[in-house]
C-alpha cells in the first residue's frame, strides 16, 4: 500500500505540535505566591531546567519570592523594577520601572503579570514585552501578594482593605475593610477568599460580593499567608502559634505553639499529610496536617521569615545567614546547602525559593537572583569569590609586608 506523501507530511507536522505541546505542558510553573491559589507551596519534580546554573544582578534589593511562567523568572526590586529574565541563562527580557519599592511576589495569568508596588498601585503588564496594559490605585502600599481566578485579582493594602478587581481593566469589583494593614497573600478555594491582618485576625471573605463569611481571633498580627487543603486552612501568627482552621465556619481544630513568632507561610505536602512551617527562633517545623503533632524539627538559622519549598521528597528553605538549606523532607535529615558566599547575621538574607523540576530559583537581598542545580547539588560560580581573592591576596601581601619590616628590625 501506498503512503500519501502530502498526508504523511501533514500528519508528522500534528505529531511534532503535540510533541510540543506536551513537552510546555509538563514544565512545572511557579506563576504566583506558594506556586497556586492554595499557596501550598507544592511541585511535582520534572527536569524543566535541570541544567541551568547562573547568577544575575539586579537594579536593588530584592524583598519578595519571585515568579515562574512558561521560560521567564519575574522578580521586583526595592528600586521599583519589575524584571522579566530568561529562567534557562539569567538574561532580562524586559524590566518595568514603577518607581516605587516592590515588596510583593507577581502574580502571573497567560500573558499578562500582576504586581503591587509601595506607591500604592496594581499593575497589569503584558508578560511578553513589559508593556503596561492598567494600573489600579490603592489608598496605601501594596506588600500583599496578589492571587487571582478566572475573573478577578485579589490583594490587601496597608490602608485596610481586601480588594477585588478586574483582571480585564482594573476596575473595582469590591474592596473589604480590615482594621489594620493586609501584607498576608490572599489565599482562594472555591467561591471564598481567605487572608490575614495585622489586626490580628484571619478573615474568610465570599468572593462573589465581599461579604464576610466569618473571621478567627489570634492573639496578634498574622502576616502569614494562608494554605488550604481539604477544608481546612493552615496559618501562622506573630502569637507564636499556627493554627488549623475549619474553611466552612472559621472553628479551631488544632494549634501548635511553634515558640517564637510565625510570619513564614505553612507549605503543604497533602499526600504525606505534612505541613512546613520558620519560626522567628530559626526553626524550621513539620507537623502533622490532621492533629497539629510534631514530626520533626530543625534549628537552621537565627531567624526564618522565608516559606519552604516543597519538591519531589526534599524541602528547600532561605534563611536570613544567607543560606538555602535542603532537607529530606520525611526525617528532616540535611541534603546539602548552598551559601553564596555571605556572612551569617551580618549580610545576604534569602528569599523564598521557587522550584521547577531540577531547578532552584532564588533571590537575595543584595540584589542577586541565583539558579541553582538541584539535581547535581550544583551552584553558580559566587559573586564574591572575587573579593576573597582580593581579601587573600591583600591579607598575603600584608605578611610579606610585617615579615619584611620585622626581619630588617632583627638586623
Known amino acids: 500500500m501506498k503512503l500519501n506523501s502530502k498526508k504523511l507530511t ?27 491559589p492554595r499557596h501550598t507551596g507544592y ?13 544575575v544582578t539586579l537594579d536593588g534589593a530584592v524583598k519578595s519570592p519571585a515568579a515562574l ?3 521567564k523568572i519575574y522578580e521586583g526590586t526595592e528600586k521599583g ?7 534557562k541563562d539569567g538574561n532580562t527580557t524586559w524590566s518595568y520601572d514603577t518607581g516605587s519599592s516592590i515588596y510583593s511576589t507577581p502574580c502571573v495569568v497567560g500573558d499578562t503579570v500582576y504586581v503591587g508596588s509601595d506607591n500604592g498601585y ?27 481566578d ?15 478587581i478586574s483582571r480585564n481593566d482594573g476596575t473595582l469589583k469590591w474592596k473589604y475593610h480590615t482594621d489594620d494593614s493586609v501584607q498576608s497573600a490572599p ?8 487572608v490575614g491582618s495585622d489586626d490580628d485576625n484571619v478573615y474568610a471573605i465570599n468572593i462573589n460580593d465581599g461579604s464576610l463569611k466569618w473571621k478567627f481571633t489570634t492573639g496578634d498580627d498574622i502576616k502569614s499567608s494562608p494554605a488550604i487543603w481539604d477544608s481546612k486552612v493552615y496559618v501562622g501568627s506573630d502569637d507564636s502559634q499556627v493554627y488549623a482552621l475549619d474553611a466552612q465556619n472559621g472553628a479551631e481544630v488544632w494549634e501548635y505553639n511553634a515558640g517564637s513568632s510565625v510570619s513564614s507561610s505553612p507549605s503543604l505536602d497533602q499526600r504525606q499529610s505534612t505541613l512546613y512551617v520558620g519560626t522567628e527562633d530559626g526553626d524550621l517545623l513539620a507537623l502533622d496536617m490532621r492533629d497539629g503533632l510534631k514530626k520533626w524539627n530543625k534549628t537552621i538559622a537565627s531567624e526564618v521569615n522565608s516559606t519552604p519549598s516543597i519538591f519531589g521528597n526534599n524541602i528547600a528553605v532561605s534563611t536570613t545567614s544567607g543560606s538555602v538549606e535542603i532537607f529530606n523532607k520525611f526525617t528532616g535529615e540535611g541534603t546539602w546547602s548552598f551559601n553564596p558566599g555571605y556572612l551569617p547575621n551580618v549580610s545576604g538574607s534569602m528569599m523564598s525559593p521557587v522550584t521547577s523540576g531540577g531547578s532552584l530559583f532564588v533571590a537575595a537581598d543584595d540584589g542577586n537572583v541565583y539558579s541553582i ?21 591583600v591579607i598575603i601581601a600584608a605578611a610579606a609586608v610585617i615579615r619584611k619590616v620585622m626581619k630588617g628590625k632583627k638586623q
Open 81 to 87: 523594577t519589575l524584571y522579566a529574565l530568561s529562567a
Open 187 to 194: 489565599t482562594i478555594d472555591g467561591d471564598t477568599l481567605y
Open 69 to 71: 511562567s512558561s521560560d
Open 43 to 55: 511541585v511535582n519534580q520534572d527536569t524543566s531546567y535541570s541544567t541551568s546554573q547562573w547568577t
Open 10 to 36: 501533514i500528519g508528522l507536522l500534528i505529531a511534532c505540535l503535540l510533541l510540543a505541546t506536551v513537552s510546555t505542558a509538563a514544565a512545572t510553573e511557579w506563576p504566583m505566591f506558594q506556586n497556586n
Open 150 to 164: 478566572d475573573e478577578n485579582i485579589y490583594f490587601g493594602s496597608d490602608d485596610g482593605y481586601v480588594y477585588a
Open 122 to 148: 496594581m499593575y497589569s503588564n503584558n508578560a511578553n514585552s513589559g508593556s503596561l496594559n492598567w494600573k489600579f490605585k490603592a489608598d496605601g502600599s501594596i506588600r500583599s501578594s496578589a492571587a487571582s
Open 373 to 393: 542545580d538541584t539535581d547535581e547539588k550544583a551552584a553558580p560560580l559566587s559573586p564574591y569569590t572575587a573579593y576573597y581573592v582580593v581579601a587573600i591576596v
